[in-house]
């Protein structure tokens, strides 16, 4: 059996399975959250509705995204984390370039391809971390001190962080939070150290939130406001900041266990249709509230259940990672999915306020798609490459390969 068909039968099929289970899905609701969105006249005529067009276009990312994933897969993750270096500073410099755009959402067009590097800038941090975290101890024992690891951690995460609050993308921002927990976590910051880290951010929580949050969010703090009002049952204004929070919220929770049915109408009581979830980003930000609404509550429960299948055997890739490296990557990933799904769903139930993140795998959101079947795709690298490659015994007198130890 050549290597290359023993890593094809070694992989995790389970990962694959639910993964593109995920997509498949997400191809479905983007058609249906997308379908009342205005495109040209022409696309209009060749696919006959804006949602066939983001269905086809969500695919073309996917076949993208298929790519990565089994390239990224068949090798070595111990190789590829050396890219972690250039991939980190040219994500950071896509950033910076970014910010100088004159654009709502901070995109970059090059080579004719749109895209938000703030992605790019977790990605490349959680290669990063990974590779630092594991081989830094082997140049010296001093560099595998544990202060100089949380440093090592809190620079890393620090840069793209604040540059994208600076942005004023607060959910991809926030992302970096569970991120960095769980890196400090499996990292083997000791319990003092966490804790006493644990104390000065509660301790900081007030000056970010009245003094720094307000300098790089302007509806930061508007969200956050409105968000805790709701939670409270106080009074909001519907029509204003307290729109979108509550019409998502209501489409979840008017759906029963049946929904009202894939792509409802206006007469069926859909208020996707009727324009109630804003349309602009049915299709991305708030995609689980059309699923919610359309599929009912028995959709909502099979979605849940696939992201923690996906989620579990991701840990369970990690628990049998061959070393600290493996075993950070796909924790890391872990954190990163986790903190999307959470964020994403939360906000559609009222468990988070407004802050306009993607549903990973589901929702049109173009590069984070691909981003995300590459990190699944080292996650894979990590199972396949589980197992040591063995010794080999030369013998003494012959010089010969005698066996395996």
Known sequence: MTPFLRKILGMNWVLIWVMYGLLIFGVFMIESAARHLTISKELLNQFGSAGLYYAWMQKRWILLGSVAYFSVAFVDYRWIRWLGI??????????????????????????????????????????????LIQDLPKIHPWLGAPFLRIGVIGVIAAAPFLMVMKMGDMGSALVWIPVSIVALLIGGAPFRYLSFMTFIAAGLIPLLYFIALPLVSERGPQRIDTWLNMMQGQEVNISDEGYAPHNISMAVGKAGWKGVGWKASNEQGSLHAKGFIPRDTAHNDYIFAVIAEELGFRGSLLLLSAFALLLIQTLFIAFYSRDMSGRLL????????????????????????????PLPLVSYSGTFVVICMLLLGLVQSVWIHREPKP???????????????
Do not use: K
């Open 330 to 357: 796909a924790c890391l990933v872990v954190a990163l999915f986790f903190a999307h799904v959470f964020e994403s769903i939360g906000m559609c139930v009222l468990l988070m306020p407004i802050t306009g993140i």
């Open 391 to 405: 010794a080999l015994l030369i013998h003494p007198s012959t010089g010969r390969l005698a066996g395996n130890l």
């Open 86 to 131: 250039p991939f980190y500073g040219i994500s950071l410099a896509l950033m910076a370039m970014a910010m100088q755009q004159d654009d709502a959402v901070h995109r970059l067009t090059l080579f004719g391809l749109s895209f938000q590097p703030a992605q790019l800038g977790i990605s490349s941090g959680i290669l990063l971390i990974a590779w």
